[in-house]
């Protein structure tokens, strides 16, 4: 089955420091990968996708397939990114099932 | 645009009773999933619609739990009896169609089983 494997459940950084949120995935295709976040008192979101290639809110995330890895990255945190963020991964070649990680929650530090 | 509205917010009952949650998606949305989320988990898929049929309810725990979306719009999920285990926020999302690779979740209902 797939997994999808964030292993930090907390991340504390100061604002103005870089960020890397992990994220590992197990399938051995070609994965379907995407960053979702949660702020405080609001609902889940998408925040960006691999095959976009894009930078939202700052952040970007590159799919490396030797790692298995698709980490979440920001040069710079501001105190607005403090967030629940989860990976998540389609499971596989017609599936659509959507296997999220347990989420890391990134606390930026004035 | 509301987005994906689910009720109640929050339900507190005893174990052994019955609860029943709904949800509306996004106007036009084919693809509707619910997902149960433990405490310091992720979410998990419990069932997909693709309009009114499941189309992958493999996680679905078919003693207790059932669900359905009748007109394949609304839908509303079941747990008959409730145990202790079952206490989690149960979300709603959805999507355009089934190869949409966004889904919109709604705020989710907080269940605690006492």
């Known amino acids: 089955a797939q997994r999808v494997t964030q292993p930090e459940k907390l991340l504390s950084v100061f604002k103005g420091a870089p960020v890397e949120l992990k994220c590992n995935y197990s399938y051995s295709g070609s994965p379907e990968l995407f960053w979702y976040v949660q702020y405080s008192r609001q609902r889940l979101q998408l925040l960006l996708r691999?095959?976009s290639r894009e930078s939202i809110k700052g952040f970007t995330a590159d799919l490396n397939k030797g790692e298995t890895s698709f980490h979440l990255k920001k040069p710079f945190a501001q105190e607005e990114d403090s967030a629940m963020y989860y990976c998540?991964?389609?499971?596989?070649?017609?599936?659509?099932?959507?296997?999220f990680g347990k989420g890391t929650k990134l606390s930026v530090i004035p | 645009e509301a987005g994906v509205v689910q009720s109640p917010r929050y339900k507190i009952i005893e174990k052994k009773q019955p609860v029943a949650f709904w949800c509306n998606p996004i106007?036009?949305?084919?693809?509707l999933y619910w997902y149960r989320q433990n405490l310091g988990q992720g979410p998990e898929l419990l069932i997909r619609y693709e309009n009114e049929e499941a189309v992958d309810d493999s996680q679905l725990p078919k003693d207790r739990f059932s669900a359905e979306r009748l007109k394949g719009v609304d839908s509303t999920l079941k747990i008959q009896p409730a145990e202790l285990g079952d206490s989690a926020v149960y979300l709603c999302?959805?999507?355009?169609?089934?190869?949409?690779?966004?889904?919109?979740f709604g705020p989710g209902t907080r269940l605690t089983v006492l």
């Open positions: 999302a959805s999507s355009l169609d089934m190869t949409s690779n966004e889904q919109f």
């Open positions: 998540a991964s389609y499971s596989g070649a017609g599936s659509y099932q959507l296997t």
């Open positions: 106007s036009g949305h084919n693809t």
């Open positions: 691999h095959i």
